[in-house]
């Protein structure tokens, strides 16, 4: 699943990530669609190369600090990481 992810990143940001260790998963339920969320934790080489690679699919690629972190629904994992 690593290599999945790392060949993801790097085909969708430009970024290339080391470090990648399974965090936590969640059941996400948005109206008639379910997902399973899968997180990693990784370490990014060369965020001076970061760009959205895949403009057709996003709108934007962007980085928040953890106080700007826009409303998502899957923020309580990720509230999970900066208090554990």
């Known amino acids: 699943m690593e290599n999945a992810l790392d060949r ?6 430009n970024l290339k990530i080391v470090n990648i260790s399974f965090f936590a998963h969640q059941k996400i339920i948005l109206a008639d669609t379910h997902w399973l969320g899968i997180y990693f934790v990784c370490d990014a080489e060369n965020w001076e190369n970061m760009q959205n690679q895949e403009p057709e699919k996003h ?5 928040f600090s953890r106080e700007n972190l826009p409303k998502m629904h899957d923020a309580t994992i ?3 990481f900066f208090t554990q």
């Open 8 to 13: 993801e990143i790097l085909e969708e940001t």
């Open 59 to 63: 709108e934007k690629l962007q980085l």
């Open 78 to 80: 990720i509230e999970k």
